[in-house]
């Protein structure tokens, strides 16, 4: 094996491990957030603030790839009551959606769903929907969308 051949696969195996690592990242950044989201549905806040802290932390691992995502759960974390958090999910809901690729959401079974009345989406895995805008005020208000 020629000096060429070595480093091509070299930087291959490299460039695979970074993919698997950001894939890795992904998965888990939109774990937390459907933490974050299933609370709002529920009308509660507890916990909300240390996982969007903690979430927020795991954007910020990810280099400019995740800072949008880290920015605006570093907001919703200094939220300081559910409607100022529900305020903040929707930037939040922006930039997961904007960062995990649809092969990641389709294999983590996520769906996306948009409220027209706060003309806002957000991810989620259940069938029905649970809308974190409004919970259980308006808890199904909404569509999914493709």
Known sequence: MNMLAVIVASLSLAIGSVALQ?????????????????????????????????????AENLGSQGTAVAKAAKALGDASDLKTMRDAFGPLSDAVIAMAPPETMKSLGVKKAFC??????????????????????????????K
Not at 118 to 128: A, F, M
Not at 129 to 136: E, M, T, W
């Open 22 to 58: 950001t894939e890795a990242a992904l998965k888990d950044i939109v774990g937390s957030y459907l933490q974050i989201h299933a609370q709002l549905a529920a009308d509660k806040t507890d916990g909300v603030k240390s996982i969007a802290s903690a979430l927020a932390t795991k």
């Open 116 to 145: 027209p009345m706060v003309n806002r989406s957000w991810l989620q895995k259940d069938d029905k929907l649970k809308n974190p805008y409004y919970g259980s005020l308006m808890l199904e208000c909404g569509e999914f969308k």
